[in-house]
């Protein structure tokens, strides 16, 4: 066992782990945290994306003793106060998900996106950056609909709301 320490939504945890364990077992299993879902164990879905260093990774390919010291945003700390962040507000809004398994991956690659992209958004650039995140019911259609818009809301809000992206 070894031990690991990190800011997860912007907490400072520990916890003795095993070597081999991945981001996303210790975040669902030491953490609890079960937003960040698990669909392929291969790194091909995007179910599993959280921001490591402010930057999204697939949580299933990162060994959790590699994350030592750094900081990691899962679905669970985007909302704030208790009001939905604005790219969650937006997959409810545009109903961006049905069975909901793709969702936090999305949205986590969603707000990556606009961070990279800016917040003006058109449909190809979208569909282009979702490349590696699967949602097996909707066809993307919705989806593409809600990033645009959450894209634009997260524009209008204030930057500091959004400064731990």
């Known amino acids: 066992m070894t031990t690991v320490s990190m800011t997860v939504n912007g ?7 095993e070597p ?4 996303v077992q210790f975040l669902r299993e030491n953490l609890r945290l079960t ?18 260093d402010g930057q999204a990774v697939k949580s299933c390919t990162v060994l959790a003793l590699s994350c030592d010291g750094a900081t990691v945003g899962t679905i669970e700390g985007l909302a704030s106060d208790g009001a939905l962040h604005p790219m969650q507000e937006a997959f409810r ?9 793709c969702t936090p991956g999305m949205i986590m690659s969603a707000v990556d996106i606009v961070a990279r992209c800016g917040h003006h ?3 190809q650039t979208i569909r282009e950056e979702l490349e590696g995140n699967i949602c097996r019911c909707t066809g993307y259609h919705n989806i593409v609909k809600a990033i645009a818009a959450g894209a ?14």
């Open 35 to 52: 937003g960040t879902h698990v669909g392929c164990d291969t790194s091909q879905c995007g179910a599993c994306v959280v921001h490591l």
């Open 93 to 101: 809004e545009h109903h961006g998900l049905q069975c909901g398994f």
């Open 11 to 17: 907490k400072a945890v520990s916890a003795d782990i």
């Open 20 to 23: 081999r364990t991945l981001l």
């Open 152 to 165: 634009e809301a997260m524009g209008a809000s204030s930057p500091m709301q959004h400064a731990a992206e």
């Open 121 to 123: 958004l058109d449909e």
